[in-house]
């Protein structure tokens, strides 16, 4: 019984957290607050993320840009995988969420990560610097979503491509027609797609040449 109220406890809470997250959104495009970020370590977000990072490609060690790391959940995976040869700079617009993919990156003994606070569109991100870049249910919280994809597009490398996941039921959810129409609006074109309307990641590529 104790085991069934806790259980019952904590799905309340996370069912709480999540609809103040949703309610807050409805007013405006904001990232998910550091306060938060328990709601992001479940078995349901390590499912799909195992999922992202099987799509990235990362056997050859790229260079990678984690655009909107949070508390660094991917970050660590991705820099464990492309070590030594590659690195990751994990960027979010929020000081508390460095703080915390700092901690995580320390603890996890890592070296080959860079770390940098600021959104994306501030034109903060070296131009033609990444072979992959990933945005894991960040992209609706961006106010400026054209802006941002265009400085993501100019910081990789011709070929590079960037994987961009959205999952419900993230409040900030887009719908796969809409982010392929935004990324074909800088210049990419669709790689490949995976998943479904549910929960799908689409990687988008940077041509050669370009």
Not at 71 to 97: S, Y
Not at 150 to 177: C, M, N, W
Request: with cysteine; proline share 7%; net charge positive.
């Amino acid at each position: 019984m104790p085991y069934l109220v806790l259980s019952l406890v904590i799905v309340v809470a996370i069912a709480a957290g999540w609809m103040a997250w949703r309610l807050v959104s409805r007013r405006g495009t904001f990232p998910c607050p550091t306060s938060i970020t328990w709601l992001l370590d479940n078995p349901f977000t390590a499912g799909y993320h195992a999922a992202v990072i099987s799509r990235l490609d990362l056997s050859a060690g790229p260079d990678v840009l984690d655009a909107g790391c949070g508390p660094g959940l991917l970050t660590v995976p991705i820099a464990r995988a492309v070590a030594p040869k590659g690195r990751v700079l994990a960027l979010d617009v929020q000081e508390g969420m460095i703080q915390k993919a700092k901690g995580r990156v320390a603890e996890a003994g890592l070296t080959n990560v860079d770390f940098l606070v600021g959104g994306l569109g501030q034109g903060k991100l070296p131009n033609s610097a990444f072979d992959r870049a990933l945005l894991v249910t960040v992209l609706g919280e961006i106010p400026d979503r054209v802006g941002a994809l265009r400085e993501i597009y100019a910081s990789l490398k011709p070929g590079g491509f960037l994987s961009i996941t959205e999952v419900l039921p993230d409040p900030h959810y887009q719908p796969l027609r809409r982010v392929v129409a935004l990324a074909g609006q800088v210049g990419f074109q669709v790689r490949e797609r995976h998943g479904s309307w549910f929960a799908y990641t689409v990687n988008v590529e940077k041509p050669d040449g370009a």
